[in-house]
């Protein structure tokens, strides 16, 4: 592979540039880090059921075809599907989180 790949669609990609371009890598790794989570819904809420609204909980509210609002808790978790983990990444073996910028 000659330069900078177009796309990074492969382990190989990222550890390719992790090589030859180390200052672009941290960016990239952070953009794939912040693939991992998805929010997932854990129930509908009935009637005047508040829920949760914190770091790893929210509440999203939609209009169902009958025109009513439906409430559904959702929680913030792994996804199975995301693109770190389709790479071959995993949460313990890929880097630890990557640096906050600005601080």
Known sequence: MNGYPKHLNTKADY???????PDEYEEEMRKLWNTKDN???VRTLGGNEIGIN???MKVVESIANDGTI???QMRLEQDPNSKMVRL???VNENISAPR????
Do not use: L, N
């Open 100 to 103: 906050e910028t600005g601080e």
């Open 54 to 56: 914190d770091e790893r």
């Open 70 to 72: 439906e409430r559904v």
């Open 88 to 90: 071959g990444f995993s």
């Open 15 to 21: 550890e390719y540039i992790e090589k030859h371009y």
């Open 39 to 41: 929010y997932f819904a």
